[in-house]
């Protein structure tokens, strides 16, 4: 009896096509992170606190550009044999491991050249002449602190204040070019998909939005 059943067990695993994977629903943008592997084999040094990785895409190492909105799209790989439905497809199939099945966001540092030891220095040393203001891009502020002496010296403090903590930056809404270990401040705020940590276990709370009351 015994036999009968794996004969029969063998006959329908064989009659089974292995691409039939009908009954799978599942997304390969909903995977856990450790079935899918996003990026290359760079990735940490390519977004690194090193913007200078941020600054131009790099043809040799294939490094995406990071966009206005500081995010950056990367290829994400399921690992062999996952089962799941890919970007654009209706339909599951199973990965080798090195097909792209869809694109991820990730956030970066958008920044266009100004370098924030270079803006430190000219508000220090030049700042009531409105230089570190024409080097940032804002041409009317520096003009009037050019005529007026850095506001009686007083502009000139305040705006080593302001860009010392990092909060005047270019005019152009970039973010500053900073070395790989140097004071990148980050501001922290909430959002529609902010985590909350209490304990060992993560919370995600949901805000509503105005349209919603």
């Avoid at 004969?7 to 943008?29: G, H, M, Q, R």
């Avoid at 994400?76 to 970007?87: H, L, T």
């Avoid at 900073?178 to 922290?188: C, N």
């Amino acid at each position: 009896m015994s036999i009968r059943l794996l004969t029969l067990s063998i006959a329908l695993l064989v009659a089974s096509p292995e691409s039939d994977y009908s009954n799978v629903k599942l997304f390969c943008k909903d995977l856990p992170v450790e079935q899918v592997k996003c990026g290359g084999d760079d990735l940490d040094k390519q977004f690194s606190r090193s913007t200078e990785a941020y600054e131009i895409c790099d043809e040799k190492t294939q490094a995406p550009c990071c966009r206005k909105n500081r995010t950056i799209l990367v290829e994400c790989k399921p690992k062999k044999d996952v089962v799941c439905i890919g970007e654009g497809a209706s339909v599951p199939e199973k990965w080798d491991g090195t097909e792209v099945a869809y694109h991820r966001e990730l956030p970066c540092r958008y920044v266009t050249g100004y370098d924030y030891r270079t803006a430190l220095i000219l508000s220090v040393f030049m700042g009531m002449f409105g230089i570190d203001r024409f080097y940032l891009g804002y041409y009317a502020i520096g003009l009037l602190k050019f005529c007026t002496f850095g506001f009686f010296l007083l502009g000139q403090l305040v705006d080593i204040i302001l860009i010392a903590t990092q909060t005047v930056g270019p005019a152009d809404g970039s973010d500053y070019l900073i070395s790989q270990y140097g004071p990148i401040l980050s501001k922290v705020g909430m959002e529609n998909h902010t985590f909350y940590q209490y304990g060992s276990y993560y919370y995600k709370q949901q805000f509503l939005t105005h349209d919603e009351h």
